[in-house]
């Protein structure tokens, strides 16, 4: 079945370090690939996706590019703030099924 | 604000008890998602709905049921409670049964006591 394995947190970073959060994944077919981010106290939110291989998804200075011929899908920030504190979780949505498959999520902390 | 509501925000109740979760969609949107979130399990699909009818089924245990109704608001049932039910469940909602994205209400906490 489908699968997502992201890197172990929780990660601390100091504001304005270079962030790197590893995602590989399991699937058959051609997934569409997510990170949504989760605020304390708050619900998921959609921070970027990619539908098919070699695509880039971008928003708030996070990115991560789709490669199939690694199965990853790791998200990158050049330049952390404070408020990016949260957790990080990267998904995938099958190409026969519609649900969401999630990773375990990175907590990322970022100190000023 | 992703526009999908979900009442109450938190529940606490006791074991073998039945509780109701309620979920309302994004306007437009026909497929309603429930997930569960637990510190040992993470973020596991549950149930989709779309327009009313059953899609899809994923961890959902027999003790849990789920409807969508006309007016496209979804509830989750949680009956025979037990400690291990509490969780986060969350609610998403998707324009057709075959979205790409999915948009996440607040979430509502269950405590079983």
């Known amino acids: 079945g489908d699968s997502v394995t992201q890197m172990e947190g929780p990660v601390t970073l100091s504001e304005e370090a270079f962030l790197t959060i590893n995602c590989t994944y399991t699937?058959?077919?051609?997934?569409?690939l997510f990170w949504y981010v989760q605020y304390p106290g708050e619900g998921l939110q959609l921070l970027l996706k990619?539908?098919?291989?070699?695509d880039k998804g971008s928003n708030k200075g996070f990115e991560a590019t789709y490669r199939k011929e690694t199965t990853s899908f790791h998200l990158e920030k050049g330049s952390v703030q404070v408020s990016d504190s949260a957790v990080y979780f990267c998904?995938?949505?099958?190409?026969?099924?519609?649900?969401?498959?999630f990773g375990k999520g990175t907590l990322l902390t970022v100190n000023p | 604000d992703s526009g999908v509501t979900q009442t109450p925000k938190h529940l606490i109740t006791a074991t073998g008890q039945r509780v109701t979760l309620r979920c309302s969609p994004r306007?437009?949107?026909?497929?309603v998602y429930w997930y569960q979130q637990s510190l040992d399990q993470g973020l596991q699909f549950l149930i989709q709905?779309?327009?009313?009818?059953?899609?899809a089924k994923g961890n959902i245990l027999e003790r849990f049921s789920a409807q969508q109704f006309p007016d496209l608001h979804s509830e989750l049932n949680l009956s025979s409670l037990e400690l291990g039910d509490s969780a986060l469940y969350f609610c998403?909602?998707?324009?057709?049964?075959?979205?790409?994205?999915?948009?996440f209400g607040p979430g509502t906490r269950l405590t079983v006591t």
């Open positions: 998403a909602s998707s324009v057709g049964y075959r979205s790409y994205e999915q948009y």
């Open positions: 699937a058959t077919g051609y997934p569409s």
């Open positions: 990619a539908t098919k291989a070699d």
């Open positions: 998904a995938l949505n099958g190409g026969s099924n519609y649900k969401l498959t």
């Open positions: 306007s437009g949107d026909l497929s």
């Open positions: 709905y779309y327009n009313g009818e059953e899609r």
